[in-house]
């Protein structure tokens, strides 16, 4: 997604909208949760955590998000799931999802996120 922009604006009536560069993104994010301030939320708790990253510019009244890309630390917690029972405390205490003992990365996703991928 390295030339993906993702936009955060302010609106009059203290919200926030959410755009994007391609319709699709904005669908399935909006699909994960129909609020922009949620989606803006998860967003930054994403970057300030490290596990994407992202060129930030800003104008009065928006953010907007270029060249988004997964880094190795995201990598690590998402695939930490397949690595014994740590992994999965380590991801389930980060995004307060809970994964069973029997789940893989492949399941997670499914149960989670399984409507984007149809």
Not at 35 to 44: A, C, E, H, T, Y
Request: aromatic share 8%; glycine share 10%; net charge negative.
């Amino acid at each position: 997604m390295q030339y993906r922009q993702l936009g955060f604006i302010d609106k009059a009536d203290g919200k926030v909208g959410l755009t994007s560069d391609k319709k699709w993104l904005t669908r399935d994010l909006l699909d994960i949760s129909s609020q922009s301030s949620d989606v803006f939320n998860g967003f930054i708790f994403l970057i300030d955590k490290g596990f994407i990253r992202s060129r930030e510019r800003t104008t009065t009244g928006a953010r907007i998000y270029v060249g988004i890309h997964l880094t190795a630390a995201g990598i690590d917690v998402i695939e930490g799931v397949e690595h014994g029972s740590t992994g999965k405390e380590i991801f389930t205490t980060t995004f307060n999802i809970p994964v069973d003992d029997n789940m893989n990365v492949e399941s997670l996703i499914q149960e989670n996120v399984g409507a984007l991928l149809k």
